[in-house]
């Protein structure tokens, strides 16, 4: 979805102006349309750096990882 959306509204950029505010916003709404849909199951991490991050400073456990 991330890719999809926001790389399109990259292409679509050239075709009908959105700008950069445009382009944010389509990165934007579709990152809080990802969280509302699996926020609930995995906590909203859609960056696995923040997941070992997180487990490096043990916020959260190594076993749990892979899960996420």
């Known amino acids: 979805m991330l890719v999809f959306i926001g790389c399109g509204s990259a292409l679509i ?5 959105l700008g950069t505010v ?3 916003m389509a ?8 969280i509302y849909a ?3 199951i ?4 859609f960056n696995p750096a923040v ?5 490096a400073i043990r916020r959260f ?3 749990e990882v892979s899960n996420y």
């Open 13 to 17: 950029n050239r075709v009908q102006p």
């Open 61 to 63: 456990r190594w076993k």
């Open 27 to 34: 990165w934007g709404f579709v990152l809080m349309a990802a």
């Open 22 to 24: 445009g382009m944010a």
């Open 42 to 45: 995995s906590g909203a991490h």
């Open 51 to 55: 997941t070992v991050a997180l487990a």
């Open 38 to 40: 699996v926020g609930h």
